[in-house]
């Protein structure tokens, strides 16, 4: 399904265009382009621009900065994909102690009971959580470090970020828990994929589970 769509744009063209994937070399060289493509060309084209600035970035901070914002960009998309089964799984863990880790302040939003910079009841909602009050929060950066959390068994990583800190940060939050879940939703042949292999390439292999069913979850 063409659900996506791809904006090319140079300040040097005035008109637009606007076409499907299969089209587009017809109207690139003399027209911006609105592109309408699938989910995985919208990937391809992304991690292609990725690769091309990537190797643009070498000790060019202009460059890099682009490399890094697209990087970024890449990531979100592909958590902003997964809303529905993060909605799906917060349903399914209703009556677990649980922390969303998100992408956006928008997305905490989201699904409520939310810690984020913007959000004036942020230690309000930590500390009913922390009191028992609420069994759910999501949140964005803010709770990597410097909060504490107590009693909180399950994590769902709506957003997976290559950072080693931030990855050990956000998984200590629940491993002390005395049972642990952690729960990390991703999309096979993408940069997810490698990410999720170097978070659990530490972990005990026998306490993983690749699942395909929320079905064959066991906890």
Not at 173 to 193: A, C, D, G, Q, S
Not at 209 to 217: E, R, S
Request: hydrophobic share 35%; charged share 30%; proline share 1%.
């Amino acid at each position: 399904f063409f659900t996506e769509t791809l904006i090319k744009e140079s300040k040097n063209k005035k008109k637009w265009a606007a076409c499907f994937y299969s089209d587009r070399w017809k109207y690139l060289k003399d027209y911006n382009v609105k592109i309408k493509c699938t989910e995985q060309q919208y990937y391809n084209e992304i991690s292609n621009d990725i690769e091309y600035w990537k190797k643009k970035a070498m000790n060019n901070a202009f460059f890099k900065n682009k490399w890094l914002k697209l990087c970024g960009d890449r990531l979100k998309w592909l958590s902003d994909k997964k809303m529905t089964t993060m909605r799906i799984l917060k349903e399914y863990f209703k009556n677990e102690r649980v922390l969303l880790f998100c992408n956006s302040i928008e997305q905490t939003e989201v699904f409520g009971q939310c810690i984020n910079s913007k959000n004036k009841d942020s230690m309000t909602n930590l500390n009913s959580f922390n009191k028992g009050k609420i069994n759910h929060i999501s949140s964005v950066n803010m709770l990597n470090e410097g909060c504490n959390l107590t009693d909180c068994r399950v994590g769902i990583f709506g957003v997976l970020n290559s950072s080693d800190i931030m990855v050990v940060q956000k998984t200590g939050r629940i491993l002390r828990h005395k049972e642990p879940v952690i729960i990390i939703p991703y999309y096979k042949n993408t940069r997810e994929e490698e990410v999720v292999v170097k978070m659990i390439e530490n972990y005990n292999k026998e306490l993983i589970q690749v699942i395909k069913n929320l079905n064959d979850i066991k906890i």
